[in-house]
């Protein structure tokens, strides 16, 4: 059995079955030869999926906790199916919780660009206003420090970003990223060097060890439930539009840029959050495309393709229509013609075809408010 993960790694995955209102269990297996995917049946015995590529999915989004959208199906691995698996993956692949503290949205960005950049891969993530218990708990070691009360008064009310990270023991690797809590004492090029400026404004915070980063993003992420009353995210649904940055381009690591390019290009990102979006609901989503446009079955496959980020934005210019000017910075559909006609805008920077485009946004005015909703309000649910 020794070389049995070489050819294949197996895991245990639960998919939440609407029609049927219960929950199926999977023996979902993973061979990195030709990163294809096989999913066995456990409670029917008898494969519910020959071996099949899955767009976007390679090994690196196989760990416990991780959701797999498997041909509009989202699969969520509960368990190693076998010991050499968990032997192989789970000393290398860790969680764990970091909050981006307040400041303008560019520098937010460039501190993501940096995480990814460092092999930590965001797989949850929300903005949030923080109370003085949120405040408490995610400080709980630091609560006897001098600086505490200052903290404290930096962050009552204010909004955060808060973020799960996976990655090779990503919880001493990010506490090494970040550098000393004092920026003048950091190591140069880690982030509170490079950003912070006094060990209050030091940019940011990670859990400093494993027990701790597990407590953190229980607290953080709670399940349904507590979600709507716990650390909610922060919509304002006021003269606002969508943003989405697409799986491919949270895939490929330009999240961080599409943040610094909306802040530049004079908006504020008044909410966020990440979404894994049921094949369901990107077909409901952009039903208005169907029969419209050639891409709408693409669109709908990238959009339930992996984690997006959706954020409401709001033009910092109060005099303006946000969801109008929004548009012309994330110019044409096609990033080719973009490259040509708008060079500077979004999918002139960051698109790749008119499917994977990086950037969706409100196409009418009036439609800014309505998807705001649909993803803050209806999916968040």
Same mark, same amino acid.
């Given at each position: 059995?020794?070389?049995?993960?070489?050819?294949?790694?197996?895991?245990?995955?639960?998919?939440?079955?609407?029609?049927?209102?219960?929950?199926?269990?999977?023996?979902?297996?993973?061979?990195?030869?030709?990163?294809?995917?096989?999913?066995?049946?456990?409670?029917?015995?008898?494969?519910?999926?020959?071996?099949?590529?899955?767009?976007?999915?390679?090994?690196?989004?196989?760990?416990?906790?991780?959701?797999?959208?498997?041909?509009?199906?989202?699969?969520?691995?509960?368990?190693?199916?076998?010991?050499?698996?968990?032997?192989?993956?789970?000393?290398?692949?860790?969680?764990?919780?970091?909050?981006?503290?307040?400041?303008?949205?560019?520098?937010?960005?460039?501190?993501?660009?940096?995480?990814?950049?460092?092999?930590?891969?965001?797989?949850?993530?929300?903005?949030?206003?923080?109370?003085?218990?949120?405040?408490?708990?995610?400080?709980?070691?630091?609560?006897?420090?001098?600086?505490?009360?200052?903290?404290?008064?930096?962050?009552?009310?204010?909004?955060?970003?808060?973020?799960?990270?996976?990655?090779?023991?990503?919880?001493?690797?990010?506490?090494?990223?970040?550098?000393?809590?004092?920026?003048?004492?950091?190591?140069?090029?880690?982030?509170?060097? #490079?950003?912070? =400026?006094? @060990?209050?404004?030091?940019?940011?915070? &990670?859990? +400093?060890? %494993?027990?701790?980063?597990?407590?953190?993003?229980?607290?953080?992420?709670?399940?349904?439930?507590?979600?709507?009353?716990?650390?909610? #995210?922060?919509? =304002?649904? @006021?003269?606002?539009?969508?943003?989405? &940055?697409? +799986?491919? %381009?949270?895939?490929?690591?330009?999240?961080?840029?599409?943040?610094?390019?909306?802040?530049?290009?004079?908006?504020?990102?008044?909410? #966020?959050?990440?979404?894994?979006?049921?094949?369901?609901?990107?077909?409901?989503?952009?039903?208005?495309?169907?029969?419209?446009?050639?891409?709408?079955?693409?669109?709908?496959?990238?959009?339930?393709?992996?984690?997006?980020?959706?954020?409401?934005?709001?033009?910092?210019?109060?005099?303006?229509?946000?969801?109008?000017?929004?548009?012309?910075?994330?110019?044409?559909?096609?990033?080719?013609?973009?490259?040509?006609?708008?060079?500077?805008?979004?999918?002139?920077?960051?698109?790749?075809?008119?499917?994977?485009?990086?950037?969706?946004?409100?196409?009418?005015?009036?439609?800014?408010?309505?998807?705001?909703?649909?993803?803050?309000?209806?999916?968040?649910?």
């Amino acid at each position: 059995m020794e070389g049995a993960y070489k050819d294949k790694y197996s895991f245990i995955g639960e998919w939440y079955d609407n029609q049927a209102s219960l929950v199926r269990r999977f023996n979902v297996f993973y061979y990195p030869t030709d990163d294809t995917v096989e999913m066995y049946d456990l409670k029917n015995r008898k494969t519910f999926l020959r071996r099949v590529k899955v767009t976007g999915i390679t090994l690196d989004n196989f760990f416990i906790g991780s959701t797999l959208p498997i041909l509009g199906r989202l699969v969520k691995i509960v368990d190693f199916a076998c010991e050499d698996t968990r032997n192989k993956l789970h000393k290398d692949v860790q969680i764990t919780f970091a909050l981006i503290k307040p400041m303008a949205t560019n520098i937010a960005g460039k501190i993501i660009t940096h995480l990814h950049e460092k092999g930590m891969k965001i797989t949850k993530m929300k903005k949030t206003n923080l109370t003085v218990d949120d405040i408490n708990f995610i400080y709980r070691q630091q609560l006897t420090d001098a600086t505490f009360p200052f903290l404290l008064d930096h962050l009552t009310g204010q909004q955060v970003i808060c973020l799960e990270l996976v990655g090779k023991e990503s919880v001493t690797t990010c506490v090494k990223i970040l550098g000393d809590r004092d920026p003048l004492k950091a190591e140069p090029g880690t982030i509170r060097a #490079l950003y912070g =400026t006094d @060990s209050v404004r030091n940019c940011a915070h &990670v859990s +400093p060890n %494993a027990e701790a980063a597990i407590e953190d993003l229980e607290y953080v992420f709670p399940p349904p439930p507590l979600s709507s009353i716990r650390l909610r #995210l922060t919509a =304002t649904l @006021s003269n606002c539009t969508l943003c989405i &940055v697409k +799986p491919h %381009a949270v895939r490929e690591g330009k999240l961080g840029a599409a943040l610094e390019a909306i802040d530049e290009g004079g908006f504020h990102v008044t909410a #966020l959050n990440m979404f894994i979006v049921e094949n369901i609901n990107a077909g409901e989503f952009y039903e208005v495309y169907k029969g419209i446009v050639q891409e709408y079955q693409g669109m709908v496959e990238e959009l339930s393709s992996g984690r997006c980020v959706a954020m409401e934005v709001v033009a910092k210019d109060k005099n303006v229509n946000t969801a109008v000017e929004f548009r012309k910075l994330v110019g044409p559909s096609d990033p080719e013609i973009a490259r040509l006609l708008r060079p500077h805008t979004l999918r002139a920077k960051l698109g790749k075809t008119k499917v994977q485009n990086a950037i969706h946004c409100s196409d009418l005015a009036e439609d800014g408010l309505l998807e705001v909703e649909y993803f803050f309000k209806i999916l968040n649910l």
